[in-house]
Nanobody
Framework: QVQLVESGGGLVQPGGSLRLSCAAS????????MGWYRQAPGKQRELVATFTRGGSTNYADSVKGRFTISRDNLENTVYLQMNSLKPEDTAVYYCKADRVWGDLAYWGPGTQVTVSS
């Protein structure tokens, strides 16, 4: 059974930091591109960052320079370090695993991040 479990969300003041984690089980982790997506109220889900099996990363323009994605293939975990958080970063953050052949994808249930004073 495939499971992606996010953790690390919460309430933080503007300018603060959070680190999200996504632990994967039931998949061969190193044949998946891992990514973080987010969905704010009333908006479509959008890509935040991805990390391929080959080590390439990609970021949304809105988070470049503030967020860093990383992965630990031994622990089957992907992380999202979020610094200099802004109120517009408030959203539910989802972890996604995309198999490199494009035939399978899995989502986690999401974790809420709220940036507010």
């Amino acid at each position: 059974q495939v499971q992606l479990v996010e953790s690390g969300g919460g309430l933080v003041q503007p300018g603060g930091s959070l680190r999200l984690s996504c632990a994967a089980s039931g998949i061969i982790f190193n044949v998946y591109t891992m990514g973080w997506y987010r969905q704010a109220p009333g908006k479509q889900r959008e890509l935040v960052a991805t990390f391929t099996r080959g080590g390439s990363t990609n970021y949304a323009d809105s988070v470049k320079g503030r967020f860093t994605i990383s992965r630990d293939n031994l622990e089957n975990t992907v992380y999202l370090q979020m610094n200099s958080l802004k109120p517009e970063d408030t959203a539910v953050y989802y972890c996604k695993a995309d198999r490199v052949w494009g035939d399978l994808a899995y989502w986690g249930p999401g974790t809420q991040v709220t940036v507010s004073s």
